[in-house]
Protein backbone atom coordinates (compact mmCIF):
# COMPACT_ATOMS: atom_id res chain seq x y z
CA UNK A 1 0.00 0.00 0.00
CA UNK A 2 2.95 2.53 1.18
CA UNK A 3 5.40 2.36 -1.20
CA UNK A 4 7.76 4.50 0.54
CA UNK A 5 6.85 7.27 3.35
CA UNK A 6 8.36 10.75 3.23
CA UNK A 7 8.58 13.79 5.89
CA UNK A 8 8.53 17.31 5.15
CA UNK A 9 9.95 19.69 7.79
CA UNK A 10 11.00 22.87 6.30
CA UNK A 11 10.12 24.44 2.34
CA UNK A 12 13.26 22.61 1.72
CA UNK A 13 14.19 19.96 3.71
CA UNK A 14 12.32 15.84 3.56
CA UNK A 15 13.27 12.80 4.36
CA UNK A 16 12.03 9.12 3.59
CA UNK A 17 10.92 6.15 5.82
CA UNK A 18 11.16 2.48 4.18
CA UNK A 19 9.93 -0.19 5.55
CA UNK A 20 10.90 -3.48 4.65
CA UNK A 21 12.18 -6.81 5.27
CA UNK A 22 15.82 -8.26 5.19
CA UNK A 23 16.49 -4.66 3.65
CA UNK A 24 20.30 -4.35 4.50
CA UNK A 25 21.39 -4.19 1.18
CA UNK A 26 19.10 -1.38 -0.07
CA UNK A 27 20.64 0.58 3.08
CA UNK A 28 24.12 0.13 2.29
CA UNK A 29 23.49 1.10 -1.34
CA UNK A 30 21.62 4.26 0.11
CA UNK A 31 24.89 5.18 2.10
CA UNK A 32 27.02 4.41 -0.86
CA UNK A 33 25.74 6.48 -3.26
CA UNK A 34 24.64 9.29 -1.19
CA UNK A 35 27.86 10.13 0.59
CA UNK A 36 30.73 10.03 -1.11
CA UNK A 37 32.97 9.49 1.91
CA UNK A 38 35.67 6.76 2.97
CA UNK A 39 34.08 6.63 6.73
CA UNK A 40 31.22 6.23 7.80
CA UNK A 41 30.31 5.89 11.69
CA UNK A 42 28.04 3.00 12.50
CA UNK A 43 26.74 2.90 16.30
CA UNK A 44 24.67 -0.19 17.41
CA UNK A 45 22.87 -1.22 20.59
CA UNK A 46 24.86 -3.88 22.21
CA UNK A 47 22.16 -6.68 21.88
CA UNK A 48 21.66 -5.99 18.03
CA UNK A 49 25.18 -6.22 17.70
CA UNK A 50 24.94 -9.54 19.15
CA UNK A 51 22.98 -10.85 16.84
CA UNK A 52 23.76 -8.68 13.62
CA UNK A 53 26.23 -6.55 14.15
CA UNK A 54 28.61 -8.50 12.18
CA UNK A 55 26.86 -8.62 9.08
CA UNK A 56 26.26 -4.58 9.34
CA UNK A 57 29.82 -4.29 9.80
CA UNK A 58 31.04 -6.67 7.17
CA UNK A 59 28.87 -5.24 4.47
CA UNK A 60 29.33 -1.47 5.50
CA UNK A 61 33.08 -2.38 4.53
CA UNK A 62 32.32 -3.14 0.79
CA UNK A 63 31.63 0.00 0.41
CA UNK A 64 33.26 2.13 3.22
CA UNK A 65 37.17 1.90 4.16
CA UNK A 66 37.18 3.06 7.35
CA UNK A 67 34.11 1.83 9.41
CA UNK A 68 33.91 3.48 13.23
CA UNK A 69 31.79 1.05 15.33
CA UNK A 70 30.84 2.01 18.84
CA UNK A 71 28.82 -0.26 20.88
CA UNK A 72 26.03 1.65 23.33
CA UNK A 73 25.27 -0.93 25.78
CA UNK A 74 21.79 -1.72 26.14
CA UNK A 75 19.30 0.36 28.38
CA UNK A 76 17.96 3.88 29.17
CA UNK A 77 21.16 4.19 31.57
CA UNK A 78 23.21 4.47 27.82
CA UNK A 79 21.08 7.74 27.29
CA UNK A 80 23.16 10.05 29.61
CA UNK A 81 26.24 12.49 29.93
CA UNK A 82 28.95 10.23 30.31
CA UNK A 83 27.45 7.81 26.89
CA UNK A 84 27.29 10.94 24.96
CA UNK A 85 31.15 12.10 25.82
CA UNK A 86 32.29 8.31 25.23
CA UNK A 87 30.56 8.30 21.64
CA UNK A 88 32.25 12.31 21.32
CA UNK A 89 35.37 10.55 22.02
CA UNK A 90 35.17 7.52 20.26
CA UNK A 91 34.12 9.39 17.12
CA UNK A 92 36.55 12.82 17.13
CA UNK A 93 39.43 10.93 17.82
CA UNK A 94 38.64 8.74 14.58
CA UNK A 95 39.36 11.89 12.52
CA UNK A 96 35.52 12.58 10.69
CA UNK A 97 34.26 15.39 8.64
CA UNK A 98 31.26 17.15 8.39
CA UNK A 99 29.52 14.88 5.30
CA UNK A 100 30.81 12.21 7.36
CA UNK A 101 27.78 10.15 7.87
CA UNK A 102 26.68 7.98 11.60
CA UNK A 103 24.84 5.68 11.08
CA UNK A 104 22.45 4.64 14.36
CA UNK A 105 21.43 0.84 14.60
CA UNK A 106 19.09 0.66 17.45
CA UNK A 107 15.50 1.26 19.60
CA UNK A 108 14.83 4.45 20.89
CA UNK A 109 17.91 4.41 23.23
CA UNK A 110 20.34 4.01 20.63
CA UNK A 111 18.56 6.48 18.04
CA UNK A 112 18.05 9.37 20.66
CA UNK A 113 21.84 9.32 21.64
CA UNK A 114 23.69 8.78 18.26
CA UNK A 115 20.96 11.49 17.19
CA UNK A 116 22.30 14.12 19.66
CA UNK A 117 25.86 13.15 18.93
CA UNK A 118 25.07 13.50 15.27
CA UNK A 119 23.31 16.66 15.66
CA UNK A 120 26.11 18.35 17.38
CA UNK A 121 29.36 17.04 16.42
CA UNK A 122 30.75 19.34 14.49
CA UNK A 123 27.57 21.60 14.11
CA UNK A 124 25.75 18.59 12.45
CA UNK A 125 26.92 14.92 10.22
CA UNK A 126 24.41 13.32 8.44
CA UNK A 127 21.89 11.46 10.65
CA UNK A 128 20.61 8.00 9.16
CA UNK A 129 18.01 5.44 11.23
CA UNK A 130 17.70 1.89 11.46
CA UNK A 131 15.36 1.24 14.31
CA UNK A 132 15.02 -1.83 15.36
CA UNK A 133 12.39 -2.35 17.92
CA UNK A 134 8.72 -1.69 17.26
CA UNK A 135 8.68 1.35 19.24
CA UNK A 136 10.91 2.88 17.31
CA UNK A 137 9.77 2.30 14.14
CA UNK A 138 6.70 3.55 14.59
CA UNK A 139 8.07 6.03 16.84
CA UNK A 140 11.21 7.31 18.04
CA UNK A 141 12.79 7.20 14.62
CA UNK A 142 10.69 9.33 13.18
CA UNK A 143 10.44 13.20 13.87
CA UNK A 144 13.93 14.26 14.89
CA UNK A 145 13.99 14.67 18.86
CA UNK A 146 16.84 13.47 19.77
CA UNK A 147 18.83 13.65 23.38
CA UNK A 148 19.60 12.49 26.61
CA UNK A 149 19.01 12.34 30.52
CA UNK A 150 20.06 14.48 32.81
CA UNK A 151 20.17 13.83 36.75
CA UNK A 152 17.10 16.09 37.09
CA UNK A 153 15.42 14.55 34.57
CA UNK A 154 14.56 12.40 31.21
CA UNK A 155 14.99 13.79 28.11
CA UNK A 156 16.22 16.97 29.14
CA UNK A 157 19.39 17.68 26.99
CA UNK A 158 18.63 17.85 23.51
CA UNK A 159 18.26 18.92 19.88
CA UNK A 160 15.70 18.44 17.50
CA UNK A 161 17.65 17.30 14.31
CA UNK A 162 16.22 15.48 11.39
CA UNK A 163 17.24 12.44 9.79
CA UNK A 164 18.50 12.31 6.38
CA UNK A 165 16.52 8.67 5.97
CA UNK A 166 15.14 6.11 8.54
CA UNK A 167 15.18 2.17 7.31
CA UNK A 168 12.83 0.21 9.47
CA UNK A 169 13.65 -3.50 8.61
CA UNK A 170 11.41 -5.50 10.07
CA UNK A 171 13.62 -8.57 10.04
CA UNK A 172 14.98 -6.72 13.69
CA UNK A 173 12.37 -7.59 15.20
CA UNK A 174 12.81 -11.15 15.10
CA UNK A 175 15.15 -11.16 18.08
CA UNK A 176 12.49 -8.89 19.72
CA UNK A 177 11.83 -9.49 23.51
CA UNK A 178 8.09 -9.98 24.50
CA UNK A 179 7.74 -6.94 26.51
CA UNK A 180 9.27 -4.80 24.21
CA UNK A 181 6.54 -5.71 21.51
CA UNK A 182 4.25 -4.61 24.01
CA UNK A 183 5.90 -1.32 24.42
CA UNK A 184 5.75 -0.77 20.56
CA UNK A 185 2.05 -1.79 20.99
CA UNK A 186 1.19 0.68 23.08
CA UNK A 187 2.55 3.16 20.60
CA UNK A 188 0.45 1.85 17.74
CA UNK A 189 -2.88 1.29 19.98
CA UNK A 190 -2.14 5.20 20.57
CA UNK A 191 -2.12 5.58 16.68
CA UNK A 192 -5.45 3.76 16.95
CA UNK A 193 -6.75 5.73 19.18
CA UNK A 194 -6.07 9.71 17.93
CA UNK A 195 -5.78 8.91 14.58
CA UNK A 196 -7.06 5.65 12.99
CA UNK A 197 -9.17 3.28 14.13
CA UNK A 198 -9.23 0.89 11.91
CA UNK A 199 -5.46 -0.11 13.65
CA UNK A 200 -7.63 -1.92 16.43
CA UNK A 201 -8.20 -4.62 13.79
CA UNK A 202 -5.45 -5.21 12.37
CA UNK A 203 -3.61 -5.15 15.78
CA UNK A 204 -6.02 -8.08 17.12
CA UNK A 205 -5.00 -10.10 14.20
CA UNK A 206 -1.64 -9.96 14.66
CA UNK A 207 -1.81 -10.44 18.22
CA UNK A 208 -4.13 -13.34 18.28
CA UNK A 209 -1.91 -16.32 18.64
CA UNK A 210 0.30 -14.34 21.65
CA UNK A 211 3.26 -14.42 19.75
CA UNK A 212 3.75 -11.40 17.40
CA UNK A 213 5.51 -13.50 14.57
CA UNK A 214 5.73 -13.63 11.67
CA UNK A 215 7.65 -10.09 11.53
CA UNK A 216 7.00 -9.73 8.73
CA UNK A 217 3.15 -9.34 8.22
CA UNK A 218 3.60 -6.38 10.54
CA UNK A 219 4.66 -4.05 7.65
CA UNK A 220 1.47 -2.41 6.74
CA UNK A 221 0.38 -1.85 10.56
CA UNK A 222 4.75 -0.34 10.84
CA UNK A 223 3.88 1.88 8.08
CA UNK A 224 0.42 2.72 8.66
CA UNK A 225 1.51 3.82 12.83
CA UNK A 226 4.17 5.74 11.06
CA UNK A 227 2.24 7.62 8.43
CA UNK A 228 0.05 8.76 11.25
CA UNK A 229 3.51 9.87 13.64
CA UNK A 230 4.78 11.71 9.79
CA UNK A 231 1.06 13.23 9.36
CA UNK A 232 1.59 15.06 12.75
CA UNK A 233 4.87 15.84 13.04
CA UNK A 234 5.03 17.53 9.40
CA UNK A 235 2.50 19.87 10.63
CA UNK A 236 4.17 20.72 13.95
CA UNK A 237 7.61 20.19 13.44
CA UNK A 238 8.69 21.96 16.84
CA UNK A 239 5.81 20.30 18.94
CA UNK A 240 3.88 23.71 19.12
CA UNK A 241 0.37 22.17 18.50
CA UNK A 242 -1.15 19.30 17.23
CA UNK A 243 2.18 17.14 18.09
CA UNK A 244 0.91 17.22 21.87
CA UNK A 245 -1.83 14.51 20.38
CA UNK A 246 1.19 12.29 20.46
CA UNK A 247 1.41 12.57 24.38
CA UNK A 248 -2.02 10.80 24.64
CA UNK A 249 -2.50 8.76 27.90
CA UNK A 250 0.81 10.25 28.39
CA UNK A 251 0.55 12.41 31.28
CA UNK A 252 -1.23 9.75 33.49
CA UNK A 253 1.70 7.61 32.72
CA UNK A 254 4.68 9.66 33.28
CA UNK A 255 2.85 9.30 36.90
CA UNK A 256 3.08 5.86 37.03
CA UNK A 257 6.27 5.56 35.65
CA UNK A 258 7.82 8.12 38.36
CA UNK A 259 5.92 5.99 41.35
CA UNK A 260 7.83 3.03 39.99
CA UNK A 261 11.15 4.31 39.92
CA UNK A 262 11.28 3.54 35.91
CA UNK A 263 11.88 -0.16 36.78
CA UNK A 264 8.05 -1.61 37.66
CA UNK A 265 6.41 0.16 34.67
CA UNK A 266 7.85 -0.32 31.31
CA UNK A 267 7.16 2.68 29.21
CA UNK A 268 4.23 0.89 27.56
CA UNK A 269 2.67 -0.35 30.06
CA UNK A 270 2.26 2.84 31.58
CA UNK A 271 0.69 4.57 28.49
CA UNK A 272 -1.28 1.47 28.51
CA UNK A 273 -3.23 2.00 31.30
CA UNK A 274 -3.03 6.15 30.70
CA UNK A 275 -4.91 5.34 27.33
CA UNK A 276 -7.47 3.78 30.27
CA UNK A 277 -7.62 7.04 32.14
CA UNK A 278 -7.69 9.22 29.17
CA UNK A 279 -10.79 7.40 27.19
CA UNK A 280 -12.36 7.51 31.30
CA UNK A 281 -11.94 11.74 31.73
CA UNK A 282 -12.67 11.98 27.77
CA UNK A 283 -16.20 9.85 28.34
CA UNK A 284 -16.66 12.10 31.83
CA UNK A 285 -16.42 15.52 29.52
CA UNK A 286 -19.12 13.84 26.59
CA UNK A 287 -17.40 11.51 24.61
CA UNK A 288 -18.84 8.41 24.32
CA UNK A 289 -15.71 6.02 23.84
CA UNK A 290 -16.60 1.93 24.82
CA UNK A 291 -13.56 -0.21 26.06
CA UNK A 292 -13.47 -2.86 24.12
CA UNK A 293 -10.68 -1.45 22.23
CA UNK A 294 -8.25 -1.76 25.51
CA UNK A 295 -10.20 -4.95 27.22
CA UNK A 296 -9.25 -6.35 23.91
CA UNK A 297 -5.67 -5.97 25.05
CA UNK A 298 -5.25 -6.01 28.22
CA UNK A 299 -4.00 -9.92 28.29
CA UNK A 300 -0.62 -8.79 26.77
CA UNK A 301 -0.62 -6.55 29.75
CA UNK A 302 0.59 -7.79 33.06
CA UNK A 303 0.59 -4.66 34.59
CA UNK A 304 2.17 -4.22 38.29
CA UNK A 305 0.01 -3.49 40.93
CA UNK A 306 1.40 -2.51 43.95
CA UNK A 307 1.70 1.19 42.52
CA UNK A 308 -1.83 1.37 42.32
CA UNK A 309 -1.82 1.66 46.47
CA UNK A 310 -0.88 5.58 46.17
CA UNK A 311 -2.82 7.20 47.08
CA UNK A 312 -4.94 9.05 43.95
CA UNK A 313 -4.25 12.26 45.69
CA UNK A 314 -0.24 12.19 45.54
CA UNK A 315 -0.99 10.47 41.74
CA UNK A 316 -2.60 13.76 41.12
CA UNK A 317 -0.24 15.75 42.65
CA UNK A 318 2.57 14.11 41.30
CA UNK A 319 0.79 14.76 37.84
CA UNK A 320 0.67 18.48 38.13
CA UNK A 321 4.50 18.28 39.21
CA UNK A 322 5.34 16.89 35.05
CA UNK A 323 7.80 18.64 33.68
CA UNK A 324 5.21 19.81 31.00
CA UNK A 325 2.53 21.37 33.14
CA UNK A 326 2.57 24.57 33.59
CA UNK A 327 1.31 26.62 36.78
CA UNK A 328 0.02 22.74 38.38
CA UNK A 329 -2.71 23.15 35.59
CA UNK A 330 -2.57 19.55 33.73
CA UNK A 331 -3.18 19.73 30.23
CA UNK A 332 -4.59 16.45 29.00
CA UNK A 333 -5.27 15.20 24.95
CA UNK A 334 -8.63 13.90 25.06
CA UNK A 335 -10.91 12.29 22.39
CA UNK A 336 -13.99 13.67 21.24
CA UNK A 337 -14.55 10.30 19.39
CA UNK A 338 -11.94 7.68 18.19
CA UNK A 339 -9.89 9.27 15.89
CA UNK A 340 -10.59 12.73 17.20
CA UNK A 341 -7.72 14.62 19.81
CA UNK A 342 -8.30 17.45 21.08
CA UNK A 343 -6.22 19.03 24.27
CA UNK A 344 -7.60 20.82 27.08
CA UNK A 345 -6.00 22.35 30.27
CA UNK A 346 -7.89 20.46 33.41
CA UNK A 347 -8.55 22.75 36.28
CA UNK A 348 -11.20 20.18 37.82
CA UNK A 349 -8.99 18.54 40.30
CA UNK A 350 -12.00 16.10 40.84
CA UNK A 351 -11.72 14.68 37.17
CA UNK A 352 -8.12 13.53 37.13
CA UNK A 353 -9.10 12.16 40.90
CA UNK A 354 -11.71 10.27 39.14
CA UNK A 355 -9.76 8.73 36.33
CA UNK A 356 -6.98 7.17 38.31
CA UNK A 357 -10.11 5.74 40.93
CA UNK A 358 -10.96 4.49 37.74
CA UNK A 359 -7.86 2.96 37.04
CA UNK A 360 -7.51 1.94 39.86
CA UNK A 361 -10.29 -0.40 40.07
CA UNK A 362 -9.01 -1.65 36.55
CA UNK A 363 -5.58 -3.11 37.52
CA UNK A 364 -5.13 -2.45 40.89
N1 LIG B 1 12.86 10.60 20.02
C1 LIG B 1 11.59 10.37 20.21
O1 LIG B 1 10.71 10.98 19.59
C2 LIG B 1 11.19 9.31 21.18
C3 LIG B 1 9.85 8.85 21.21
C4 LIG B 1 9.53 7.81 22.09
C5 LIG B 1 10.50 7.28 22.91
N2 LIG B 1 11.77 7.78 22.86
C6 LIG B 1 12.82 7.22 23.70
O2 LIG B 1 13.06 5.89 23.26
C7 LIG B 1 13.60 5.14 24.33
C8 LIG B 1 12.92 3.78 24.38
O3 LIG B 1 13.15 3.15 23.15
P1 LIG B 1 12.98 1.56 23.00
O4 LIG B 1 11.69 1.17 23.58
O5 LIG B 1 13.27 1.24 21.58
O6 LIG B 1 14.07 0.99 24.00
P2 LIG B 1 15.61 0.54 23.87
O7 LIG B 1 16.33 1.27 22.83
O8 LIG B 1 16.13 0.60 25.27
O9 LIG B 1 15.47 -0.98 23.44
C9 LIG B 1 14.80 -1.86 24.28
C10 LIG B 1 15.59 -3.14 24.52
O10 LIG B 1 15.53 -3.93 23.35
C11 LIG B 1 16.85 -4.31 22.94
N3 LIG B 1 16.76 -4.43 21.49
C12 LIG B 1 16.65 -3.44 20.58
N4 LIG B 1 16.43 -3.96 19.37
C13 LIG B 1 16.44 -5.30 19.51
C14 LIG B 1 16.27 -6.38 18.62
N5 LIG B 1 15.98 -6.18 17.32
N6 LIG B 1 16.36 -7.64 19.11
C15 LIG B 1 16.60 -7.86 20.44
N7 LIG B 1 16.74 -6.88 21.33
C16 LIG B 1 16.67 -5.61 20.86
C17 LIG B 1 17.75 -3.25 23.49
O11 LIG B 1 19.06 -3.73 23.69
C18 LIG B 1 17.07 -2.94 24.82
O12 LIG B 1 17.44 -3.88 25.77
C19 LIG B 1 13.41 5.96 25.59
O13 LIG B 1 14.65 6.49 25.99
C20 LIG B 1 12.47 7.08 25.16
O14 LIG B 1 12.71 8.28 25.86
C21 LIG B 1 12.13 8.76 22.02
Given at each position: MFSQLTLKTSYSDEYFIKVGYDIRNEVIGFLAQGFSTSKIIMVIDGNVDNTFGEDWFNDLKKSFKHVVKCVVPSGEKSKSLSSYNQLLDNILSSGIERKTPLLAIGGGVTGDLAGYVAASVLRGIPLIHVPTTLLAMVDSSIGGKTGINHSTGKNLIGAFYQPKAVFSDL???????EKEWVNGISEILKCGFI?????FEELKELTREGDFS?????KHLVEKSAAIKVHIVARDVKESGIREFLNFGHTFAHVLERIGEY???SHGEAVYVGMWAAVFASNKLGADIGIANLKDFKSLYDVY???????TDELVSLMQKDKKVQNEKVRLVL????GQPYTRTISDKQLLNSSWDYVKEIFG
Open positions: KFLETLPNDPSIPAKEWTDYKDGFQTNLKSL
